[in-house]
């Protein structure tokens, strides 16, 4: 599972959705190679990001005006720092809105893999901001400079938390009737993720009224920091449990859409044309069938099931009537009856774009060569 921000993942399924807006055909979509450009991408940004909290951890650590303090792990020791003139502390800006992302556009093994990002990106986020949080307020003293640190780890793991929940429901929205076993792994994950957004936002609060105490010259209650520590980590436990559980998303994910697959393709025909006409007459069915079943972008099993049907059936009905000849147009049907129950919707939109042609240059009837 990869660590990484989903900041420049997302840019760029805006920007794929756009171009391929403007072409008339849809390609079809290889998924790995999508995951791996992401993964590639989104790793220099989180690099970048990672590189800019260390250096506040540094600068705040090095403004101390207290005895050696640790920083999150592994950072080195520092040395106690002569009594300095106080830093004006930024104001923390608020958690980002999760945007929106076009699910549609995505396989299901996409969208799968995107969810297995924002979910560890938000465990590492909120472990860093637990980590951050109880390093700091170790001494039972904080100081305007570790609140400001503080609340900018916890503004980051509100940002990836609220990513990946909002992933989550779009993946419920589209595959929660057909893929249970995939949903029931995610809502064991997404009870941590709410568990984790919480806290995050409980810390939240609590460091906004500290910077409000600090700011004002007051001495902080022991209570107040002894209460923040706790919701530190609870979130730090909550994540831990979310990993556990994330584990099994990637073999669950593979495992049902081989299934899926497979089984789609074990169908057999209830309904085998007696003649050439009602061969092709059982493509058609099976066109207008996937139509439906794609047109909305949400998959059902009962709309699995007639596709898979409806294909068993026109397959049966060209090994019957079509002869050899339109073996290529039988594996293109069986291929894309696969990329529906796979849940790969843009692939299937695609198929039936070349099945549709297909079926408008069928013959009356097939010229099958006489038997010698």
């Known amino acids: 599972m990869k660590k990484c921000s989903l900041f420049v993942l997302i840019a760029l399924l805006v920007l794929s959705t756009a171009a391929c807006q403007s072409k008339p055909a849809t390609p079809a979509i290889d998924t790995q190679a999508t995951i791996n450009a992401a993964v590639y991408a989104t790793a220099t940004a989180q690099a970048s990001m990672n590189t800019t909290v260390q250096t506040m951890v ?90 400001a640190a503080m609340t900018a780890a916890v503004t980051a793991a509100q940002t990836e938390i609220n990513q990946a929940l909002a992933l989550a429901n779009s993946y419920y929205a589209l595959y929660a009737d057909v893929s249970t076993e995939m949903i029931t792994v995610l809502k064991a994950i997404e009870t941590d993720l709410n568990s984790m957004a919480t806290s995050m936002n409980t810390m939240a609060t609590s460091l906004q009224q500290i910077n409000t105490t600090l700011s004002q010259g007051l001495t902080l209650a022991q209570s107040t920091i002894t209460q923040l520590q706790t919701t530190a980590n609870q979130a730090k436990t909550a994540a831990q449990n979310a990993q556990t559980k994330a584990k099994s998303w990637d073999s669950t994910v593979k495992t049902n859409l081989d299934k899926r697959g497979n089984e789609a393709l074990a169908v057999k025909p209830n309904n085998i044309p007696t003649d050439w006409k009602g061969a092709t007459q059982s493509v058609n069915t099976y066109i207008e069938t996937v139509r439906n079943a794609v047109g909305d972008n949400k998959l059902t099993k009962g709309e699995i099931s007639a596709v898979s049907l409806a294909g068993a059936n026109a397959v049966a009905g060209l090994n019957s009537h079509g002869g050899g000849q339109f073996q290529g147009l039988s594996s293109a049907i069986n291929t894309t009856t696969k990329q529906v129950a796979r849940g790969e919707t843009p692939k299937a939109k695609s198929s039936l774009g070349g099945l549709e042609q297909s079926a408008r240059s069928l013959p009356s009837a097939p010229s099958i060569p006489s038997r010698k």
């Open 58 to 147: 540094a600068a705040t650590l090095a403004a101390q005006p207290t005895a050696t303090r640790a920083a999150t792990t592994g950072a080195p020791t520092i040395a106690a720092q002569p009594t300095a003139t106080p830093q004006p502390v930024a104001t923390a800006k608020p958690a980002t809105a999760a945007p929106t992302v076009n699910a549609v556009t995505m396989t299901e093994e996409e969208l799968a893999a995107l969810i297995d990002q924002a979910v560890n990106e938000a465990i590492a986020a909120t472990t860093t901001a637990s980590t951050t949080t109880t390093t700091y307020s170790a001494d039972g003293a904080l100081t305007t400079q570790e609140v």
